[in-house]
């Protein structure tokens, strides 16, 4: 990962989002050498998502939704 000052990178901010970009490596921007931010390509963050990972990890031992409302309404004719 590249790392910047910020008086750099906002001297040529949208050179280095381009670059970022086109290159899809982040960018780590410091403010007095402390890590301030972090600019990722966008569409990056679900990247590492696995769909349907905790499949099989729990068990449904009734029905999640009662649907049996009888004793707490009374029916009208």
Do not use: H, Y
């Not at 670059?19 to 569409?43: D, H, I, N, S, Y």
């Amino acid at each position: 990962m590249d790392t910047v000052k910020i008086s750099q990178f906002k001297a040529q901010c949208i050179a280095m989002l381009k670059q970022v970009q086109k290159t899809r490596k982040p960018l780590l921007v410091t403010l007095r050498g402390e890590p301030l931010v972090e600019v990722v390509p966008a569409g990056s963050g679900g990247d590492n998502v696995e769909l349907g990972k905790l499949k099989g990890c729990i068990d449904i031992k009734r029905d999640l939704v009662q649907t049996d409302f009888d004793e707490e309404w009374e029916m009208l004719e």
